[in-house]
Antibody, heavy 120, light 112 residues
Framework: EVQLVESGGGLVQPGGSLRLSCTVS????????MHWVRQAPGKGLVWVSR????????TYADSVKGRFTISRDNAKNTLYLQMDSLRAEDTAVYYC?????????????WGHGTLVTVSS | DIVMTQSPLSLPVTPGEPASISCRSS???????????LDWYLQKPGQSPQLLIH???RRASGVPDRFSGSGSGTDFTLKISRVEAEDVGIYYC?????????FGPGTKVDIK
């Protein structure tokens, strides 16, 4: 069974940092591109970042470019999102998701999400 | 960036009746491979999103056949042939053609 489990969320002050993790099971992480998607409280879905199989190619939404860094450790079956210079508007549930085919942005499996709250 | 719009934003439905949601993109989602890169996701209350349809009309694994997707280019439709109570939630279309991948605002489906 494919599973994605996010962790690392919590309360952080504006300007602070947080690292999210997504541990996967039921499939071989190195075979898939991966995404982070976020959802502010009561709002819609927003794509954040994508990484290719070996971490050599990454893409970001403009709103997080230069502040967030996506990475992966295939040996540990884990995807990461390093979030620096956090702002109140980064408050959201962050989902990791598996890319379906490495062609476009389709996400076929999602984690349950981890809540990040940026507030003083 | 490609802008996605959906209509209606709210859809009260009667179990057993059909339902339809429209999605439009600000530019064509047609790839050179002949496919339109348009996904449909359902987020049930309190849950994470789940993939229903990809490439505009291909049902994801395990998705009931009462769900169907159609359209090409910039205009797309998700249809539920006979709504069931478990289908309530927010339906999002998303363009999967190019980063940044963008979602529509969502259509909230609930039971009348």
């Amino acid at each position: 069974e494919v599973q994605l489990v996010e962790s690392g969320g919590g309360l952080v002050q504006p300007g602070g940092s947080l690292r999210l993790s997504c541990t996967v099971s039921g499939f071989t992480l190195r075979s898939y591109w991966m995404h982070w998607v976020r959802q502010a409280p009561g709002k819609g879905l927003v794509w954040v970042s994508r990484i290719d199989n070996d971490g050599s190619y990454t893409t970001y939404a403009d709103s997080v470019k230069g502040r967030f860094t996506i990475s992966r450790d295939n040996a540990k079956n884990t995807l990461y999102l390093q979030m620096d210079s956090l702002r109140a508007e980064d408050t959201a549930v962050y989902y990791c998701a598996r890319d379906a085919d490495g062609m476009g942005g389709t996400a076929d499996y999602w984690g349950h999400g981890t809540l990040v709250t940026v507030s003083s | 960036d490609i802008v996605m719009t959906q209509s209606p934003l709210s859809l009260p439905v009667t179990p057993g009746e059909p339902a339809s949601i429209s999605c439009r993109s600000s530019q064509s989602l047609l790839h050179s491979d002949g496919y339109s890169y348009l996904d449909w996701y359902l987020q049930k209350p309190g849950q994470s999103p789940q993939l229903l349809i990809h490439l505009a009309s291909r049902r994801a694994s395990g998705v009931p056949d009462r769900f169907s997707g159609s359209g090409s280019g910039t205009d797309f439709t998700l249809k539920i042939s006979r709504v069931e109570a478990e289908d309530v939630g927010i339906y999002y279309c998303m363009q999967a053609l190019q980063a940044p991948f963008t979602f529509g605002p969502g259509t909230k489906v609930d039971i009348k």
